[in-house]
């Protein structure tokens, strides 16, 4: 099985969960507490941007993390599925680490490439690109956010493929990767509440009982309504009178 069936790629194919770039996903433990402004994602995390993980030695800082959590959310939300939690975001990072850093140097891709998977994301999901960037606002991000991410996920994509290329198995050799890795997490820097805007709720229409009437029939006599609904639901189909 190709792992590069990511949650938004295997939409394009599947139609079954979409999220951007969660691959390989193997699920750890942490839990979020205090507050924290819309991230501003930094190569090299600082003293203002710890690192909330190391995987051997290399550093995925906070703002980062916090960034790709947002993304996901939003993106669930374009998708209509269910958003991964923090930590499933987390260790999705965790593993393109390993994937980058076992795979050849990959050309970053270019902006029309960049665009075109935005673009196909987009009719997947069937929605537009003004949606896109209102649903991104609603949790601080921009376009750019997605931009950078998208342009992540085709980096590891290539990744992938070429260690397929090698005869890999990713699913086996990602396993033996994440035991041999040293993985250190800090949990603490992920005590975070993000603050996701609820969503809509669709207004239950208002139920109105036809009040009873009696009418002719065109064939003599006549009907009630009462009666009719005694011997089950009734259905009221009015037409406009011509002339």
Do not use: H, K
């Not at 099985?1 to 951007?20: E, H, K, N, Q």
């Not at 003293?47 to 916090?66: E, K, M, S, Y």
């Not at 085709?154 to 990713?170: D, P």
Request: proline fraction near 9%.
């Amino acid at each position: 099985m190709r792992i590069s069936t990511t949650r938004w790629i295997s939409v394009l194919a599947t139609g079954g969960v979409a999220l951007l770039m969660l691959i390989l996903v193997i699920g750890i433990l942490g839990q979020g507490a205090s507050r924290m402004a819309p991230p501003v994602p930094s190569a090299t995390p600082s003293p203002a941007d710890p690192p909330v993980a190391l995987v051997d030695g290399q550093p995925i800082g906070r703002n980062f993390w916090a960034e790709a959590v947002l993304l996901d959310w939003a993106m669930s939300r374009l998708a209509g599925v269910p958003a991964p939690s923090p930590e499933e975001t987390l260790d999705r990072l965790i593993n393109e680490v390993l994937v980058l850093r076992a795979a050849p140097p990959q050309p970053a891709p270019i902006r029309d490439e960049v665009e075109a998977q935005i673009e196909a994301l987009e009719q997947a999901w069937g929605v537009s690109d003004e949606q896109v960037v209102t649903t991104l606002g609603q949790v601080g991000l921009g376009r750019d956010s997605l931009e950078r991410a998208v342009a992540r996920f085709l980096v590891v994509q290539r990744a992938q493929t070429a260690l397929e290329a090698q005869g890999v198995s990713i699913p086996e050799w990602l396993t033996r990767e994440r035991s041999r890795a040293r993985v250190v997490i800090y949990r603490e820097q992920m005590r975070v509440s993000f603050q996701f805007p609820a969503p809509a709720v669709t207004p239950t229409p208002e139920v109105v009982q036809a009040p009873d009437f009696t009418l002719e029939r065109a064939g003599g006599g006549a009907l009630t309504l009462s009666d009719l609904m005694r011997q089950g639901p009734v259905v009221l189909v009015f037409f406009q009178r011509c002339g």
